[in-house]
């Protein structure tokens, strides 16, 4: 094959900005002070920065529980806070699923344990965050992008967070919730450009795309793919925003 040719989308004039806002999920912390976050995660940040784009990253917050400076280093001086172009999002404590709380079975994290375990994980994954890197999380996205009743009762009680991706339905939640569509991923893990492509051709006139990914599970290849998604992305004439930096934008005015 030869190298690759970005394809030219017919004109489009809406008249208003349009958006990507980039979720990138399952940010752990490493405890080796040369690479403090997983490689896969380094090379996506380096090819952002290098493209000057901005995107966002959910972080499960047990890693902050065992002293990781490395890792916190990393995440202040890539945050948006401190002039990087990054936000951090809170992907939970444990970011468990399908597991058995207090005897019943739990689809995920926020979906199924009681209001006490919830509650308790939400404030602490919070907590965690502001001690260990000294500013909060806006914006929360849960595990598997599930949220029940007990889920949108702990979030109600979380006024700092603003945006919340997926889940759940924004009559059910005081903050901005972001919906899903095109997905960057085919299946989770995999990017593949035709794919994306093909979904987005019959959305450009969307405001926004809230774009999901798992880069540990990326391949060179994929990653590559990545880097055309975007670069059409930026050829169509979107601008990449955090979801923090939408809501602002776009949401505050709800």
Request: aromatic share 12%; net charge neutral; glycine share 10%.
């Amino acid at each position: 094959a030869g190298p690759f040719v970005l394809p030219t989308l017919p004109p489009l004039y809406t008249g208003t900005p349009r958006y990507v806002i980039l979720k990138f999920d399952d940010l752990r912390g490493l405890k080796n002070p040369k690479s403090p976050v997983h490689g896969r995660f380094l090379r996506l940040a380096a090819m952002l920065e290098e493209k000057r784009l901005k995107a966002s990253f959910g972080i499960i917050a047990n890693t902050f529980e065992e002293p990781n400076p490395g890792f916190c280093e990393w995440v202040r001086a890539h945050a948006l806070e401190n002039g990087g172009r990054f936000e951090f999002w809170f992907h939970g404590l444990d970011h468990a699923m399908n597991t058995t709380v207090a005897g019943r079975p739990c689809k995920a994290e926020f979906s199924g344990p009681d209001y006490a375990y919830q509650a308790e994980h939400f404030a602490k994954g919070c907590a965690l965050m502001q001690k260990s890197v000294g500013f909060p999380f806006r914006t929360f996205g849960a595990a598997g992008n599930a949220v029940d009743a007990t889920g949108e009762r702990v979030l109600g009680e979380h006024p700092e967070i603003k945006v919340c991706f997926f889940a759940p339905a924004q009559a059910n939640c005081k903050q901005l919730v972001l919906n899903r569509s095109p997905e960057l991923e085919y299946a989770v893990g995999r990017v593949s450009f035709d794919a994306f492509l093909k979904g987005y051709s019959g959305r450009r006139t969307q405001p926004y795309l809230a774009l999901q990914g798992h880069p540990a599970m990326w391949s060179d290849e994929m990653l590559a793919d990545f880097r055309h998604i975007v670069e059409l992305l930026q050829a169509d004439g979107r601008t990449f925003v955090t979801p923090y930096e939408y809501y602002q934008l776009c949401g505050a005015a709800r």
